[in-house]
């Protein structure tokens, strides 16, 4: 009797509770415990908008139900499979693929893929690069969000490219300057660019400038040639509203500096440095971890976490990121509301929050295009979630007063600039809605105060709602995560860049965790709520 009741109870809790537990356990065991139990479960598993599988070996197990319900595909490590029997994938990953399966990419119509990645080519398949590559930019994949082809070598064009109205992110190795003229031509939407370099071509044709693109990275490696001033001249003409240019560049190369800036003049590269190292440390550790390619459970959120001081278990589940997050958010309601993350990471902080307070609309923004891609990989059949790429310190692309509240979660401590925060404190005044909120947590002074909370404070169109200390609660979830943080840098980031990455996870014994344990610096949530403005009648 008494199991008979527990199973009671176990029926009685609502699909959003099972989705969210369904989240972290792995398509097969997912389906082989729950699916055929009865038809709620068969519908909430068929319904589930982030199944995730990936394929580290050829699949010999027959319970192969789950199939036509994977929404985002990883196959790794020369495996073939039949593609057709995935008929709702929308994001794609392949690494070293077979011959075989490239074959199946080009000449399969059926798929509806948002983000396809094919990456670590071998030597044996180059011969399907161009028909791939044709396939791509002729609108074969006619709902393609993100690309990323960027290990491919020299991309050439071989038949007529078409018009890509959907595409919004590229990653490509190396191209002429025909190439990337052609690349502009085809994708008018075209926000983010990233390529291996630029060389010279004998080329007479003529386009409109781009006025979408607002990033390009440049990753060259000693295996290719270096691009000339008089071509970046040429690439930066066509691409008016450029916003950010990074260019990376091996030890062995004279490296140019990372620029952020809203005119790109080539003569003026060397001027345009980074006023913050700080910002650029913490820049490349977003990348570190948004280019781990690993199970989707895994250090999926990035912030601190809160846990109270009676917690001391770390499950690996992001229980205590989340926990930050349901804290700072406590007094706010986000039902039927429209929400805007400033500096949403990884997305796992997002889809939760989606999932949880469900929210009219949600919409996390990051200056990554990295990032912006993996959330869309992750989340993008999640509704009412959407993620784009977004410069925090510039003009915000939503309209007056169409957010109910902006979120920043460890965010907006890299303003350190009085003007930055100006711009940004503006952008927010202005989607916000009358007496909407802005809702912050980060690191403070030891009064907590800081740049931003005292421009916000100063602020007429701003009152302090709530200012909270949880510099102990903060302190407390990075002990507890500490050995699988640690675990995860050691397993997953070069030993080179694994101090700032340990720096910018807070862990025990770097910098920012002593300032707060010492006393030299605090953690603290803070509500803002927008004043309601009131307009003066024309007589």
């Not at 036509?68 to 490590?77: A, E």
């Not at 895994?298 to 205590?320: K, P």
């Not at 500096?343 to 912006?372: E, F, K, L, N, Q």
Request: with cysteine; net charge neutral.
């Amino acid at each position: 009797m008494i199991m008979n009741d527990n199973l009671l109870q176990l029926e009685s809790l609502p699909n959003e509770i099972f989705a969210g537990i369904f989240e972290f356990l792995p398509c097969p065991e997912l389906f082989q415990a729950f699916y055929h139990l009865n038809s709620r479960f068969n519908k909430l598993l068929q319904s589930l908008p982030y199944l995730t599988l990936n394929l580290l070996t050829n699949n010999n197990n027959n319970n192969n139900d789950f199939f036509p319900y994977v929404r985002s595909l990883i196959i790794d490590r020369a495996i073939d499979i039949n593609l057709c029997r995935f008929m709702q994938i929308r994001s794609l990953t392949l690494r070293y693929p077979t011959d075989q399966l490239l074959a199946q990419l080009i000449s399969n119509s059926s798929l509806h893929l948002e983000h396809l990645s094919v990456n670590h080519m071998h030597v044996s398949v180059l011969n399907y690069i161009p028909n791939l590559c044709d396939k791509v930019f002729s609108n074969g994949f006619s709902k393609l969000k993100s690309c990323h082809l960027f290990e491919w070598g020299t991309i050439v064009k071989n038949s007529q490219w078409t018009i890509l109205p959907c595409l919004y992110i590229l990653k490509i190795g190396k191209i002429d300057l025909f190439i990337y003229k052609s690349i502009l031509s085809s994708c008018p939407n075209l926000y983010f660019l990233q390529l291996a370099t630029i060389i010279s071509s004998n080329t007479s044709i003529h386009i409109r400038p781009h006025l979408n693109l607002k990033r390009i990275v440049i990753r060259t490696t000693v295996f290719v040639e270096r691009w000339t001033d008089d071509d970046m001249n040429i690439c930066l003409s066509y691409v008016p509203n450029l916003e950010y240019l990074s260019v990376h560049q091996p030890k062995s190369y004279t490296a140019k500096p990372l620029l952020s800036r809203p005119a790109p003049v080539c003569d003026d590269i060397d001027k345009f440095q980074q006023k913050s190292k700080n910002f650029d440390q913490l820049s490349l550790w977003y990348e570190q971890i948004s280019n781990v390619y690993t199970n989707a459970n895994e250090l999926q959120l990035m912030n601190w976490g809160y846990a109270d001081l009676d917690e001391h278990i770390d499950d690996n589940t992001g229980y205590y990121s989340k926990k930050l997050y349901q804290q700072v958010l406590a007094n706010i309601t986000l039902t039927d509301k429209n929400i805007l993350e400033v500096g949403c990471g990884r997305g796992a902080g997002a889809a939760w929050c989606v999932r949880t307070y469900a929210s009219r609309s949600y919409v996390g923004i990051d200056p990554s295009g990295d990032v912006i891609s993996l959330c869309e990989q992750c989340y993008s059949t999640i509704p009412r979630l959407s993620f784009m790429i977004a410069d925090l310190k510039t003009h915000l692309s939503f309209q007056n007063e169409s957010m109910d509240v902006v979120l920043s979660i460890e965010t907006t401590n890299i303003f350190d600039e009085i003007i930055a925060v100006k711009r940004f404190v503006d952008e927010i005044t202005r989607v916000l809605t009358p007496n909407g909120y802005f809702v912050w947590c980060g690191l403070c002074n030891v009064d907590g105060s800081s740049l931003l909370i005292d421009y916000l404070t100063a602020n007429n169109a701003f009152i302090i709602k709530e200012k909270v200390n949880i510099t102990r609660n903060v302190l407390h979830a990075l002990d507890i995560q500490n050995n699988s943080r640690v675990d995860f840098i050691d397993r997953y980031i070069q030993p080179a860049e694994q101090e700032y990455c340990r720096l910018f996870a807070g862990l025990p014994g770097t910098e920012l965790y002593d300032n707060m344990q010492q006393g030299r610096a605090e953690y603290w949530r803070v509500v803002f709520r927008k004043k309601t403005t009131k307009k003066t009648p024309i007589v």
